[in-house]
């Protein structure tokens, strides 16, 4: 054994084998032995106050939230240990199972159009000269990040009727037979939801993404322009690879935005018409509190967040190579 | 210096172990509620002469002038006890309602829109020693089936009685009196054959047949009413709405039923945005004047009374069958008293008063837009000759002494409205399911909802 693989001890005091320990192989050996446990458990001590309020707050719920998903419980009495029947249920009863596709759908709405969109307009602001114009583009952007939602959803709602503003507009320029209840449209319900979810991020995207370009060293600009690359090139070599932490930061928010998406649906069509934009939030929201199914709920839920771990770890691992 | 990430081990193990402490500290979750039927109650009808505020917990909104006024009255009759109104906004109270009743700061009376576990988890009074003491149980008892739960916490409408209210809703059919006589009403459509002329009638005229709002339940009324007709009987759906042991409504009359809403539609008696249409606005377009009738309940009457006295009429959706029974959903406006109510005897008097007193029953009608219902001798409040609610409150009169009060479909299970009927209504307004695939769709979420 020991002739195989050798005393940790020996192994530590080459240098070669660990870097980090150069200093700590020049000292003499009992206080090299002594000083990192101290220092081990003094470390722990500092973490402590910070862990026991994540403990508590965080994993302690997350904990619950996995023990309930296997009873069958309404959140006053007594629980009945259920198995696995909620996990079942997920994946057998077609609405709920709809509603995680739906949550998918609005991935391009949430993420993918407010990301591209944003790339453009940050770029188009970053040519203007600072002034009333920029800062005007800026705040118009950013505006809809300060509503609270359940304003926005209700305004979009009026504008999405029969006789609102969407359907005007369509009539003025005489697109009459286009003029539809958007909102109660089997086809377009979705899609329209979708657009009020472009209308939120696209201004956070943007605002980020333009500090980004701000951090992005100017002499790269000038290089390129010297090196004779039009705007179309100069974006793809400079500022799109300049902007990757912004961008992981950019996809990962609306990401989970869109598969938690709550309460824009629920103030604009409660997950109509039928079953047309039912997501998973409105789903657990009335599991819990409408059905009092607190068991259900709680299984649907750590599935959401296992599925939004599951999408955004690749994400976060694209932004940390290099 | 060195990070913590080289402390992964211990950290992991560290955290692994206090996940692991605290889920064995909370074992099963819940499961301190004492199996056996509720406590009982000493009942005692007086409100003694101490000093006594009695909370009453009610929504927000019209609730709060409605309850003050009785809790005046009630104040006035007995001075010793004064009444403090509380609220809450529905939604609120309705997911929160059991967490507050199985607190510590719990009020005298609650207002419970839906039982819901209320009874299984005891967090309720019985009120059958009440009912006897004050009498309530020589009045008609259809008024009460519908707080009534068996023993098992889920059957309703039998069993025993756990709310009582100062009123109820009634729905039926509105109509634009000015509209009708163009088309040509003389009287209220006897049967749905007559009404469904009518509807013809007036879509030929230009007309809007019927306003609804298929956004948020509206139309799943006449559907439950067509139901009721071509059945001839109300028992099957009240059967089901009350949790009755194999209960079904997937039947030749909800196919029927279903049948004949999805013809209305592709008719165009229905409106072309039906399905975007929601119960702030439907009201408001009937007002104007678009759509003939407009099927609803008697808590739009004050308001349409108020926008036009006496352009408006009100008749119970027609029978089946010539001279066949007519049927009307109705649900009481449910007080209840927690369990922990410290002062359950006072409310009690107060559930009584309300019930019987003149001027109670008066306000009921006037603050509350809901009709009393009580003893059968006492008198009905009154409302201005050939207004809408003068014509709710007889309606609903002649329908406790036939009988023909049914709870609401939407109330059979907790979720049963918003994840069954609605957007199965909607999926058939829209030609995107069957009659016949919606009733059995129903039908199976009902029966998954009660767990069967």
């Known amino acids: ?322 | 210096m060195r990070s913590l990430t080289q402390y992964r081990g211990i950290v992991r193990v560290a955290a692994i172990a206090a996940a692991a402490a605290l889920l064995l500290a909370a074992c099963a979750p819940g499961g301190n509620s004492e199996a056996g039927p509720a406590p009982t109650r000493q009942a005692s009808t007086g409100v003694g002469s101490e000093p006594v505020t009695l909370r009453l917990l009610v929504n927000s909104g019209v609730d709060v002038p409605f309850y003050t006024a009785l809790g005046e009255l009630f104040h006035a009759k007995y001075d010793n006890v004064t009444v403090k109104v509380e609220n809450q906004d529905y939604a609120t109270l309705t997911t929160n309602i059991a967490h507050i009743l199985a607190g510590s700061n719990v009020p005298d009376l609650v207002r419970v829109s839906q039982l819901g576990n209320l009874i299984e988890d005891h967090l309720l009074t019985g009120l059958d020693p009440y009912a006897k003491a004050y009498g309530w149980d020589q009045w008609p008892q259809s008024q009460f089936a519908s707080t009534r739960v068996g023993p098992d916490g889920k059957q309703r409408g039998t069993g025993s009685l756990y709310a009582a209210g100062a009123g109820f809703g009634l729905t039926g059919v509105y109509y634009n009196k000015a509209l009708a006589q163009r088309i040509g009403m003389t009287r209220p459509p006897a049967t749905v054959a007559e009404f469904e002329q009518l509807l013809a009638k007036a879509k030929d005229a230009g007309l809007q047949p019927i306003m609804i709002n298929g956004k948020d339940g509206g139309s799943v009324y006449p559907l439950q009413n067509l139901v009721m007709s071509s059945a001839g009987d109300a028992q099957a759906v009240q059967d089901w709405n009350y949790a009755k042991p194999g209960a079904s409504i997937d039947n030749a009359a909800t196919v029927k039923a279903a049948t004949s809403l999805q013809r209305w539609g592709q008719a165009g008696y229905l409106p072309a945005d039906v399905n975007d249409i929601d119960q702030t606005r439907a009201p408001a377009e009937f007002v104007k004047g678009n759509g003939v009738f407009f099927p609803s309940g008697n808590w739009q009457a004050p308001a349409l009374d108020k926008a036009g006295a006496g352009q408006f009429g009100f008749f119970l959706f027609p029978s089946g069958e010539t001279g066949g029974p007519s049927y009307a959903m109705t649900a009481p406006a449910n007080l209840g008293i927690p369990a922990k109510s410290p002062h359950a005897d006072v409310a009690a008097a107060f559930l009584d008063f309300v019930q019987t007193n003149s001027q109670a029953r008066q306000d009921t009608v006037t603050l509350g837009g809901l009709v009393p219902a009580g003893p059968s001798e006492a008198a009905a409040p009154t409302a201005p000759e050939g207004s809408a609610v003068a014509a709710t409150v007889g309606s609903f009169q002649e329908l406790l002494k036939s009988n023909g009060l049914v709870g609401f479909m939407a109330d059979a299970t907790a979720s049963i409205h918003v994840n069954s009927l609605i957007p199965q209504t909607q999926l058939l307004l829209a030609g995107k399911t069957t009659p016949e695939a919606f009733a059995a769709k129903v039908q199976s979420d009902y029966e998954r909802d009660l767990g069967q």
């Open chain 1, 1 to 322: 054994m020991a002739s195989i693989s050798g005393p940790p001890v020996v192994r530590q005091a080459s240098p070669t084998a660990d870097p980090a320990s150069v200093p700590a192989a020049t000292q003499p050996v009992v206080p090299r032995r002594t000083a990192p446990r101290t220092r081990r458990w003094s470390a722990l001590l500092w973490v402590a106050p910070a862990f026991g309020m994540y403990a508590v707050f965080v994993l302690f719920p997350m904990a619950q939230s996995v023990q309930y998903s296997f009873y069958d419980w309404d959140g006053i009495g007594p629980a009945t240990p259920a198995g696995l029947d909620n996990w079942k249920a997920i994946f057998t009863r077609p609405e709920l199972l709809h509603s995680v596709e739906h949550a998918f759908i609005l991935v391009i709405f949430y993420t993918v159009l407010p990301v591209g969109l944003g790339l453009v307009a940050a770029s188009l602001i970053r040519e203007l000269r600072p002034g009333a114009f920029s800062t005007t583009a800026r705040v118009v952007l950013f505006i809809p990040q300060v509503l609270p939602l359940v304003a926005a959803g209700i305004a979009w709602t009026w504008m999405y009727s029969s006789d609102g503003l969407v359907n005007q507009v369509l009539r003025a320029v005489g697109l009459e037979q286009h003029t539809r209840a958007w909102l109660s449209d089997f086809t377009f319900a979705l899609p329209a939801v979708g657009v009020i979810g472009v209308w939120v991020m696209l201004g956070f995207c943007t605002v980020l993404l333009l500090a980004g370009i701000g951090k992005i060293d100017p002499a790269l600009y000038e290089a390129a322009r010297l090196d004779g690359a039009g705007r179309i090139s100069e974006f793809f070599a400079v500022t799109l690879p300049g902007l990757r932490r912004e961008l992981v930061v950019c996809t990962t928010f609306t990401m989970i935005a869109a598969l938690a998406s709550f309460d824009v649906i629920q103030i604009s069509t409660q997950g109509g018409p039928g079953y047309q934009t039912m997501v998973p939030g409105v789903e657990i929201y009335r599991l819990t509190f409408l059905q009092q199914h607190v068991g259900q709920a709680s299984a649907l839920a750590v599935f959401l967040a296992a599925l939004v771990l599951v999408v955004i770890w690749p994400i976060q691992r694209l932004g940390r190579e290099k």
